[in-house]
């Protein structure tokens, strides 16, 4: 089935089927970028690193590396229209570059079966925060209570590795049910229905009486805070959220149909991104200062002030656990994203079902997963670099993995690749065009390769 002596590329076929329409593709790539990075950990990592001037650099990242990033990768998917490894190997070959660059493909599987290997393990917990709510365990508790709730779960290992094999193995049967089918029917609803609830718990922080607090923590900046690592951290939030830098992205270009605008599609993708972020800070910081939390408390600072928020709340018990499940599905249809490039691999290399590959793939990150399960409880004391087993592997694929493709996704698209070739994906050579060019080419390798080297030496692996 795969033509091996493709030529243009509109005359190549993905092996997987292809979205049904551009809303579809929308859809998914939103599900893919809005999930645990959003409402989880782009919270408490703005909280580690100070705030305001943390958040202001993050979103300099979005715009100026995020975007050409996620064109690049997108693009480089759609003419390539196979997984990451394939794509970058064959468009090596054929841009007159080398079929090494089929590492960058490599770098990438594997990124996404890390990032799985823990964003599974935060994601049970959220599942579990499901049952929590709707037990009504939250209903009028201290911030004390909620936060002893939290540690004892997670301390649990056998209770937390129970719901991380029952998030898997969904992830593993949506997968397996292909593109059409599996992908698309996940996310139509969850991303509106997320932001709609988000919307109401605002209205609660802004009476919580720290609203002011929580947005001056946010938006002021103070940047003598700033240290090379939290810019480091940053730019690594900005390819995490985005699921960037690690072939999600291209692999699901790799389903674009031909005529649709990747430039479009990438703007509405990276507004509604950052959007549901920015949500987040504000109502999970008023939160914070409303209780005399700590922002800088870490994972579980989510998992504190939401259900403080929704235990003092008339009809808590409904909207936590509406908020949960909703949560839920949104960690999900990220959790697909990051296991699509390896399935997808492992599909096309060793013509293997995709039922056969997504088990595969799903075991092997399972069993990786352990990790991070034992962070929170029996190796909690096991420090090394950044911190435990999950912070570590948080580190080296959000700040370096990723960043690292990403450098490697532009400089392919806008060196590598002729001029007609991205021109003939990016809609003509119009202003957008060059705006795209000018940011993959210079701007955004750049900038990631100075965060890079400014950070060697001064990487602070405290993780603070
Ligand atoms: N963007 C997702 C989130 O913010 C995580 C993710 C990263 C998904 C990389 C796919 C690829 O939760």
Same mark, same amino acid.
């Given at each position: 089935m795969l033509n091996e002596e493709a030529g243009a590329s509109s005359q190549r076929k993905s092996l997987h089927g292809n979205w049904t329409s551009r809303l579809a593709f929308i859809l998914a790539v939103t599900g893919s970028a809005v999930g645990l990075g959003n409402i989880w950990k782009f919270p408490y990592i703005a909280g580690q690193n100070g705030g305001g001037a943390f958040v202001i650099v993050y979103l300099f990242c979005v715009v100026l590396i995020g975007m050409p990033v996620m064109m690049s990768e997108i693009l480089i998917g759609r003419r390539g229209r196979r997984n990451p490894i394939a794509t970058m190997k064959l468009l090596g070959e054929e841009e007159g570059g080398s079929g090494h660059w089929q590492l960058v493909g490599g770098m990438g599987v594997l990124a996404g079966v890390l990032i799985l290997s823990y964003y599974g393990v935060i994601a049970a917990w959220v599942v579990a925060y499901v049952q929590k709510s709707f037990s009504g365990v939250? /209903?009028? /508790? @201290?911030a004390g209570e909620v936060q002893a709730i939290f540690d004892s779960f997670t301390g649990d290992w056998i209770a937390v590795t129970g719901v991380f094999t029952l998030f898997m193995a969904t992830t593993v049967w949506v997968v397996a049910r292909g593109v059409e089918r599996g992908l698309e029917a996940a996310v139509r609803f969850m991303v509106p229905a997320l932001l709609l609830l988000l919307l109401a718990l605002l209205g609660y922080s802004i009476n919580s009486g720290s609203f002011g607090a929580g947005v001056a923590f946010m938006f002021t900046p103070d940047f003598s805070a700033l240290t090379w690592n939290s810019i480091l951290v940053a730019m690594g939030q900005a390819f995490f959220t985005l699921s960037i830098g690690m072939g999600a992205v291209m692999a699901y270009g790799a389903y674009l149909?031909?005529?649709?605008s990747i430039t479009s599609a990438t703007s509405a993708v990276v507004v509604a991104d950052t959007g549901i972020a920015i949500l987040a800070g504000m109502v999970i910081f008023p939160l914070v200062f409303a209780n005399g939390l700590d922002p800088a408390s870490g994972p579980g600072l989510v998992f504190v002030t939401l259900p403080l928020a929704f235990g003092q709340m008339t009809g808590g018990v409904v909207f936590s656990s509406i908020f949960f499940v909703l949560l839920a599905f949104a960690a999900w249809t990220s959790a697909i994203a990051l296991m699509e490039p390896a399935v997808a691999w492992v599909v096309e290399k060793f013509h293997e079902s995709r039922a056969r590959a997504a088990i595969l793939v799903g075991g092997i990150t399972w069993i990786l997963g352990f990790g991070t399960v034992f @962070?929170?409880? $029996? $190796? /909690?004391?096991?420090?090394?670099l950044s911190g435990t087993i999950f912070s570590n592997v948080d580190y080296i694929t959000s700040n370096i993995m990723l960043p690292l493709g990403g450098l490697l996704i532009t400089v392919f698209a806008g060196w590598v690749m002729c001029r007609n070739s991205t021109a003939e994906e990016l809609g003509g050579a119009g202003a957008s065009y060059r705006a795209w060019r000018l940011l993959a080419r210079f701007i955004a390798p750049i900038a990631i390769l100075f965060v890079f080297l400014s950070a060697i030496g001064v990487i602070d692996l405290t993780g603070k």
């Open positions: 939250f /209903a009028g /508790a @201290s149909p031909q005529e649709t @962070s929170f409880n $029996l $190796l /909690a004391d096991v420090k090394f």
